[in-house]
Protein backbone atom coordinates (compact mmCIF):
# COMPACT_ATOMS: atom_id res chain seq x y z
CA UNK A 1 0.00 0.00 0.00
CA UNK A 2 1.33 3.60 -0.90
CA UNK A 3 0.38 6.04 1.41
CA UNK A 4 0.15 10.13 1.02
CA UNK A 5 -0.06 12.66 3.33
CA UNK A 6 -0.02 16.30 3.74
CA UNK A 7 2.01 16.16 0.74
CA UNK A 8 3.27 19.31 -0.40
CA UNK A 9 5.75 20.88 -2.70
CA UNK A 10 6.36 24.38 -3.32
CA UNK A 11 8.71 25.91 -6.03
CA UNK A 12 12.08 28.61 -5.02
CA UNK A 13 9.42 31.07 -6.51
CA UNK A 14 7.23 30.24 -3.97
CA UNK A 15 4.43 29.01 -6.38
CA UNK A 16 2.85 25.73 -5.04
CA UNK A 17 2.77 22.73 -7.43
CA UNK A 18 1.10 20.89 -4.59
CA UNK A 19 -1.12 21.28 -1.56
CA UNK A 20 -1.25 19.36 1.26
CA UNK A 21 -2.02 16.27 -0.76
CA UNK A 22 -3.87 13.27 0.87
CA UNK A 23 -3.71 10.14 -1.32
CA UNK A 24 -3.84 6.26 -0.60
CA UNK A 25 -3.19 3.74 -3.30
CA UNK A 26 -4.41 0.09 -2.10
CA UNK A 27 -2.53 -3.08 -3.33
CA UNK A 28 -3.80 -3.82 -6.78
CA UNK A 29 -5.90 -0.86 -7.46
CA UNK A 30 -5.32 1.17 -10.45
CA UNK A 31 -6.01 5.15 -10.57
CA UNK A 32 -5.76 7.68 -12.81
CA UNK A 33 -4.97 11.54 -11.92
CA UNK A 34 -6.12 13.87 -14.29
CA UNK A 35 -6.39 17.58 -14.64
CA UNK A 36 -5.53 20.40 -16.51
CA UNK A 37 -1.44 21.11 -17.35
CA UNK A 38 0.22 22.75 -14.43
CA UNK A 39 -2.59 20.90 -11.95
CA UNK A 40 0.63 19.07 -10.30
CA UNK A 41 -0.04 15.29 -12.01
CA UNK A 42 3.75 14.94 -13.17
CA UNK A 43 5.25 16.59 -9.78
CA UNK A 44 3.10 13.93 -7.54
CA UNK A 45 4.17 11.23 -9.34
CA UNK A 46 7.81 12.70 -9.46
CA UNK A 47 7.58 12.99 -5.84
CA UNK A 48 7.20 9.45 -5.24
CA UNK A 49 9.84 8.12 -5.85
CA UNK A 50 11.73 11.55 -5.40
CA UNK A 51 12.85 12.97 -8.50
CA UNK A 52 11.44 15.52 -6.97
CA UNK A 53 12.08 16.58 -3.40
CA UNK A 54 8.77 17.46 -1.41
CA UNK A 55 8.39 20.47 0.69
CA UNK A 56 6.47 18.37 3.40
CA UNK A 57 4.67 15.39 3.98
CA UNK A 58 5.04 11.83 4.12
CA UNK A 59 4.86 8.92 1.60
CA UNK A 60 5.19 5.57 2.86
CA UNK A 61 5.46 2.39 0.81
CA UNK A 62 4.37 0.39 3.44
CA UNK A 63 6.02 0.94 6.54
CA UNK A 64 8.73 2.69 4.76
CA UNK A 65 8.80 6.61 4.41
CA UNK A 66 10.27 7.21 1.15
CA UNK A 67 10.82 11.34 1.99
CA UNK A 68 12.61 10.62 5.08
CA UNK A 69 14.93 8.08 3.64
CA UNK A 70 18.93 8.65 2.49
CA UNK A 71 20.83 8.28 -0.84
CA UNK A 72 21.65 4.44 -0.53
CA UNK A 73 18.13 3.51 1.24
CA UNK A 74 16.38 5.61 -1.55
CA UNK A 75 18.50 3.23 -4.45
CA UNK A 76 17.17 0.51 -2.87
CA UNK A 77 13.07 1.20 -2.32
CA UNK A 78 13.19 2.90 -6.36
CA UNK A 79 13.44 -0.95 -6.84
CA UNK A 80 10.27 -1.58 -5.59
CA UNK A 81 9.03 1.57 -7.54
CA UNK A 82 8.19 1.13 -11.10
CA UNK A 83 8.40 4.03 -13.49
CA UNK A 84 6.95 4.14 -17.01
CA UNK A 85 7.62 7.71 -18.40
CA UNK A 86 6.25 9.93 -21.33
CA UNK A 87 9.01 9.90 -23.86
CA UNK A 88 9.42 6.20 -23.17
CA UNK A 89 13.77 6.61 -21.47
CA UNK A 90 14.90 4.22 -23.26
CA UNK A 91 18.85 3.91 -24.72
CA UNK A 92 18.06 4.18 -28.82
CA UNK A 93 21.36 2.16 -29.71
CA UNK A 94 20.38 -0.97 -27.66
CA UNK A 95 18.18 -3.58 -28.12
CA UNK A 96 14.59 -4.47 -26.61
CA UNK A 97 16.01 -6.90 -24.80
CA UNK A 98 19.05 -5.28 -23.69
CA UNK A 99 16.66 -2.22 -22.58
CA UNK A 100 14.44 -4.72 -20.68
CA UNK A 101 16.90 -6.12 -18.63
CA UNK A 102 18.31 -2.60 -17.80
CA UNK A 103 15.09 -2.85 -14.90
CA UNK A 104 17.41 -5.10 -13.07
CA UNK A 105 20.03 -3.00 -12.98
CA UNK A 106 19.14 -1.97 -8.95
CA UNK A 107 19.67 -5.74 -8.31
CA UNK A 108 22.93 -6.96 -10.42
CA UNK A 109 25.44 -4.53 -9.42
CA UNK A 110 27.29 -1.70 -12.03
CA UNK A 111 29.63 -4.63 -13.14
CA UNK A 112 27.63 -7.27 -14.51
CA UNK A 113 24.93 -4.77 -15.67
CA UNK A 114 28.02 -3.04 -17.85
CA UNK A 115 29.05 -6.22 -19.01
CA UNK A 116 25.76 -7.59 -19.74
CA UNK A 117 26.53 -10.37 -17.56
CA UNK A 118 22.69 -10.70 -15.98
CA UNK A 119 21.44 -14.52 -14.34
CA UNK A 120 19.68 -16.71 -16.65
CA UNK A 121 16.76 -16.01 -14.51
CA UNK A 122 16.77 -12.68 -15.03
CA UNK A 123 16.92 -13.56 -19.05
CA UNK A 124 14.26 -15.61 -18.86
CA UNK A 125 11.95 -13.27 -17.18
CA UNK A 126 13.12 -10.84 -19.87
CA UNK A 127 11.43 -13.18 -22.77
CA UNK A 128 8.53 -13.97 -20.57
CA UNK A 129 7.54 -10.37 -20.48
CA UNK A 130 8.20 -9.59 -23.69
CA UNK A 131 6.10 -12.42 -24.93
CA UNK A 132 3.24 -10.96 -22.35
CA UNK A 133 3.61 -7.43 -24.19
CA UNK A 134 3.41 -8.91 -27.64
CA UNK A 135 7.25 -7.95 -28.45
CA UNK A 136 8.88 -11.23 -28.43
CA UNK A 137 9.63 -11.40 -31.97
CA UNK A 138 11.48 -7.85 -31.83
CA UNK A 139 13.99 -9.52 -29.23
CA UNK A 140 16.97 -8.41 -31.11
CA UNK A 141 15.37 -4.90 -32.77
CA UNK A 142 17.19 -1.15 -31.82
CA UNK A 143 15.43 0.39 -29.67
CA UNK A 144 15.51 3.64 -32.18
CA UNK A 145 13.57 0.92 -35.06
CA UNK A 146 10.44 1.11 -32.88
CA UNK A 147 6.97 2.59 -33.27
CA UNK A 148 5.53 4.82 -30.58
CA UNK A 149 3.68 1.87 -28.95
CA UNK A 150 6.37 -0.63 -29.79
CA UNK A 151 8.70 1.66 -27.34
CA UNK A 152 5.94 2.04 -24.72
CA UNK A 153 5.33 -1.70 -24.31
CA UNK A 154 8.80 -1.77 -24.22
CA UNK A 155 9.01 0.55 -20.81
CA UNK A 156 6.51 -1.20 -19.75
CA UNK A 157 8.25 -4.89 -19.52
CA UNK A 158 11.33 -2.74 -18.32
CA UNK A 159 9.41 -1.57 -15.27
CA UNK A 160 7.78 -4.92 -14.55
CA UNK A 161 11.59 -6.37 -14.76
CA UNK A 162 11.84 -4.34 -11.76
CA UNK A 163 9.09 -6.68 -9.28
CA UNK A 164 8.12 -3.55 -8.70
CA UNK A 165 5.38 -2.82 -5.46
CA UNK A 166 3.63 -0.20 -7.94
CA UNK A 167 3.90 1.14 -11.25
CA UNK A 168 3.94 5.09 -11.34
CA UNK A 169 2.95 5.76 -15.22
CA UNK A 170 3.83 9.75 -16.54
CA UNK A 171 1.17 9.93 -19.72
CA UNK A 172 1.79 6.89 -20.84
CA UNK A 173 -0.48 7.52 -24.67
CA UNK A 174 0.30 11.01 -25.03
CA UNK A 175 2.00 10.50 -28.43
CA UNK A 176 0.04 7.22 -29.45
CA UNK A 177 -2.99 7.14 -31.68
CA UNK A 178 -6.59 6.34 -30.28
CA UNK A 179 -6.18 2.43 -31.36
CA UNK A 180 -2.89 2.40 -29.92
CA UNK A 181 -3.55 4.49 -26.75
CA UNK A 182 -6.23 1.64 -25.83
CA UNK A 183 -4.38 -1.27 -26.21
CA UNK A 184 -1.60 0.16 -23.91
CA UNK A 185 -3.95 1.35 -21.37
CA UNK A 186 -5.75 -2.29 -21.65
CA UNK A 187 -1.74 -3.95 -21.35
CA UNK A 188 -1.33 -1.48 -18.51
CA UNK A 189 -4.58 -2.51 -16.41
CA UNK A 190 -4.49 -6.30 -17.25
CA UNK A 191 -0.68 -6.65 -16.02
CA UNK A 192 -1.89 -4.47 -12.60
CA UNK A 193 -4.98 -7.08 -11.79
CA UNK A 194 -2.50 -9.98 -12.92
CA UNK A 195 0.46 -8.99 -10.50
CA UNK A 196 -1.70 -7.91 -8.01
CA UNK A 197 0.03 -4.47 -8.63
CA UNK A 198 -1.22 -1.02 -7.36
CA UNK A 199 -0.54 1.64 -10.34
CA UNK A 200 -0.53 6.08 -10.38
CA UNK A 201 -1.44 6.83 -13.93
CA UNK A 202 -1.00 10.29 -15.21
CA UNK A 203 -3.38 10.86 -18.39
CA UNK A 204 -4.96 13.84 -19.81
CA UNK A 205 -7.63 11.54 -22.06
CA UNK A 206 -10.27 11.26 -19.77
CA UNK A 207 -12.52 9.26 -21.48
CA UNK A 208 -9.44 6.73 -21.45
CA UNK A 209 -9.29 6.81 -18.08
CA UNK A 210 -12.80 6.54 -17.45
CA UNK A 211 -12.89 3.33 -19.63
CA UNK A 212 -10.15 1.67 -18.23
CA UNK A 213 -9.69 2.35 -14.64
CA UNK A 214 -11.86 1.88 -11.15
CA UNK A 215 -10.86 5.38 -9.54
CA UNK A 216 -10.12 8.74 -11.25
CA UNK A 217 -8.46 11.39 -9.01
CA UNK A 218 -9.00 15.03 -10.31
CA UNK A 219 -6.26 17.74 -9.22
CA UNK A 220 -6.56 21.71 -9.85
CA UNK A 221 -3.95 23.63 -8.77
CA UNK A 222 -2.32 21.02 -6.77
CA UNK A 223 -5.12 20.27 -4.80
CA UNK A 224 -7.25 16.91 -4.86
CA UNK A 225 -10.82 17.80 -5.55
CA UNK A 226 -12.29 14.77 -7.02
CA UNK A 227 -11.35 11.39 -5.46
CA UNK A 228 -14.13 8.18 -7.04
CA UNK A 229 -15.04 6.19 -9.35
CA UNK A 230 -15.37 6.72 -12.85
CA UNK A 231 -19.51 6.41 -12.98
CA UNK A 232 -19.53 9.88 -10.55
CA UNK A 233 -17.33 11.72 -13.02
CA UNK A 234 -20.44 14.33 -13.64
CA UNK A 235 -20.34 17.68 -15.46
CA UNK A 236 -19.97 19.41 -12.20
CA UNK A 237 -16.91 17.64 -11.53
CA UNK A 238 -15.15 18.07 -14.39
CA UNK A 239 -15.66 21.52 -14.18
CA UNK A 240 -14.15 21.81 -10.68
CA UNK A 241 -11.61 20.17 -12.24
CA UNK A 242 -10.77 22.17 -15.47
CA UNK A 243 -12.95 25.03 -15.80
CA UNK A 244 -16.19 25.84 -17.92
CA UNK A 245 -16.66 23.74 -20.68
CA UNK A 246 -19.79 21.95 -22.52
CA UNK A 247 -19.22 18.85 -21.79
CA UNK A 248 -22.16 17.34 -23.64
CA UNK A 249 -20.62 18.31 -26.62
CA UNK A 250 -16.99 16.68 -25.57
CA UNK A 251 -18.99 13.18 -24.82
CA UNK A 252 -20.73 13.56 -28.25
CA UNK A 253 -17.48 14.10 -29.62
CA UNK A 254 -15.46 11.39 -27.70
CA UNK A 255 -18.64 8.66 -28.31
CA UNK A 256 -18.34 9.34 -31.89
CA UNK A 257 -14.20 9.08 -32.40
CA UNK A 258 -15.01 5.41 -30.29
CA UNK A 259 -17.72 4.54 -32.94
CA UNK A 260 -15.32 5.41 -35.45
CA UNK A 261 -12.30 3.18 -33.89
CA UNK A 262 -14.32 0.64 -33.05
CA UNK A 263 -15.55 0.26 -37.03
CA UNK A 264 -12.04 0.51 -38.16
CA UNK A 265 -10.75 -2.53 -36.00
CA UNK A 266 -14.10 -4.47 -37.30
CA UNK A 267 -12.70 -3.73 -40.58
CA UNK A 268 -8.96 -4.84 -40.04
CA UNK A 269 -10.26 -8.14 -38.50
CA UNK A 270 -12.67 -8.54 -41.59
CA UNK A 271 -10.14 -7.71 -44.24
CA UNK A 272 -7.21 -10.20 -42.49
CA UNK A 273 -9.69 -13.03 -42.55
CA UNK A 274 -9.23 -12.75 -45.81
CA UNK A 275 -7.14 -15.07 -48.09
CA UNK A 276 -4.71 -13.13 -50.27
CA UNK A 277 -4.92 -15.46 -53.38
CA UNK A 278 -8.90 -14.67 -53.25
CA UNK A 279 -7.54 -11.06 -53.13
CA UNK A 280 -5.66 -11.70 -55.98
CA UNK A 281 -8.37 -13.19 -58.24
CA UNK A 282 -10.76 -10.13 -57.32
CA UNK A 283 -8.14 -7.79 -58.47
CA UNK A 284 -7.75 -10.01 -61.65
CA UNK A 285 -11.20 -10.31 -62.49
Known sequence: MLQIEGLTMRYPTGDLALDNVDLTVERGQVIALIGPSGAGKSTLIRCVNRLVEPTAGSIRLGDIDIVRMGRTSLRRTRRRLGMIFQEYALVERLSVMENVLSGRLGYVGFWRSYLRRYPQSDIDEA????????????????????????????????ALMQNPDILLVDEPTASLDPKTSRQIMRLITGLCRERGLGAIINIHDVPLAMQFVERIVGLRAGEIVYDGPPSGLDDAHLTEIYGEEDWSGTRAADREEEADAAKADAALKVAARVDLPEMKKVAAS
Request: hydrophobic content about 40%; overall charge positive; cysteine-free.
Open 127 to 158: FRLLERVGLDHMVDKRADALSGGQRQRVGIAR
